[in-house]
């Protein structure tokens, strides 16, 4: 009797799970006509798109636009982006709106398996119904790409889709935006932006064990494919705060006299992401996270600045005396400001996020192989100094320059320069 209950209750068990593992398929469509969507509607997706960043994630060559086959390295092994060009075998040229709204909320794919979190349906859950049309009316009307990318490389169990419906009971909300009544209506435009198809915090904050974002840490700050991304709250370590047109100027330029330029993702975010995007939604991102860092307004910034920019340059240490003729002889030429009239094509270092930050890949990264176009910013191009420089040589400029940013020595900086010479 106790083993006819016991295999009874593993049925029921194996049932339950399967239940709320399984999602029935959405049935397919005929790929609409690119005529079947307005004008205006496609336009705003295409907008939308570009604040979602949908062609850096999903195109790997740019002859195959939207074809996927980009590959994001996980603890877990490497996931590759799907073609989500309206190619009806290898895009998603039959799916119904339906399917592309549930995958975007609630990742799952039209026929019923669980997308990985890569795909960061975690913040498109909060993108409201006429925005998911419109941007499914861009998708749709866009070039069908016949391409498949690379097959997921993902260690057992991970490779198993199944296992996502767990992942979603232990860290999805699926929660719509929801706006703060106390805040004005450009700042909530720019948190639904953040918050929304922007997923600012997928990179800039850290995540556990299982790949998910620390909840308790959001905007924290974080290290994603091998560049630092800074903290956005109060927890940043820049001298000084971003404020509202300081914060305007990086997003739609590219650069910041206080905080320097965009590198890595960011660059491709800036560059091609935010560039179809009009001035007030770049207006409304600035404020919501000048709110989010904490900054005063600009005079008050400026004076800041100024004053740590002539400490930095009336600093005097023996100890970083080597890192400071390096510095004179192949960075100041560039790099050196008037306390009063920073630039942003002249990055202060002293203020620089690259040099402030609690990592210190991106500061290396850059001197190791330098920033031209469509990095940073525009008609602007720094060489790299990977060959002229030793590791000592570039140890020694990194503790020059984290000194003068007033922040506590790098750790490990002789592992950090080796590895940053193989990126």
């Known amino acids: 009797m106790i083993k006819k209950i016991l295999s009874g209750l593993i049925v029921i068990a194996v049932v339950v799970a399967f239940l709320i593992v399984w999602k029935p398929a959405i049935d397919e469509i005929d790929r609409p006509s690119a005529d079947s969507f307005n004008q205006e509607q496609i336009a705003k997706g295409k907008v939308l798109a570009g604040l979602g960043n949908c062609a850096s994630c999903h195109t790997s060559d740019p002859s195959k636009p939207l074809a996927g086959g980009v590959d994001f390295p996980t603890p877990f092994g490497t996931l590759y982006s799907t073609n989500i060009s309206p190619h009806p075998e290898q895009g998603i040229g039959t799916w119904s709106e339906e399917a592309f709204v549930r995958a975007m909320r609630e990742g799952v794919s039209r026929d019923g398996s669980h997308l990985y979190p890569a795909f960061p349906y975690t913040h498109f859950t909060k993108v409201t119904d006429e925005d998911l049309s419109a941007l499914y009316a861009y998708v749709m009307s866009r070039e069908a790409v016949d391409h498949q990318g690379p097959k997921n490389q993902l260690d057992f169990p991970f ?246 940013s007033g922040q506590p020595p790098w750790k490990n900086l002789e592992q950090h320069v080796q590895d940053a010479r193989q990126l």
């Open 159 to 404: 490779n198993l889709r199944m296992l996502q419906a767990g992942w979603k009971t232990l860290f999805f909300d699926g929660d719509r935006f929801q706006a703060d009544d106390s805040k004005g209506d450009a700042w909530n435009r720019g948190a639904y932006i953040a918050e929304g198809l922007g997923h600012c915090t997928a990179c800039h904050s850290p995540r556990n064990a299982f790949g998910a974002e620390i909840a308790d840490e959001t905007y924290n700050g974080a290290v994603v494919d091998n560049w630092y991304a800074p903290a956005l709250n109060t927890t940043h370590a820049a001298p000084v705060p971003w404020t509202e047109d300081e914060l305007f100027q990086y997003l739609r330029a590219g650069g910041s006299k206080w905080h320097g330029i965009a590198a890595g993702s960011m660059a491709s975010v800036v560059h091609k992401g935010l560039i179809e995007a009009p001035d007030d939604d770049i207006r409304a991102l600035a404020m919501y996270f000048q709110d989010l860092t904490g900054a005063e307004d600009n005079a008050k910034a400026a004076e800041v600045a100024a004053g740590h920019v002539s400490q930095a340059q009336g600093m005097a240490d023996p100890a970083t005396r080597t890192g400071e003729e390096i510095f004179s002889a192949a960075c100041a030429s560039c790099h050196y400001n008037a306390p009063s009239s920073l630039k942003a094509a002249r990055p202060e270092l002293s203020l620089n996020s690259a040099v402030t930050a609690p990592d210190p890949v991106n500061l290396l990264r850059i001197t190791l192989h330098g920033i031209d176009e469509p990095t940073g910013l525009r008609g602007l191009a720094m060489p790299g100094f990977g060959p002229g420089l030793s590791d000592a040589d570039l140890i020694a400029l990194a503790r020059y320059l984290r000194q003068s």
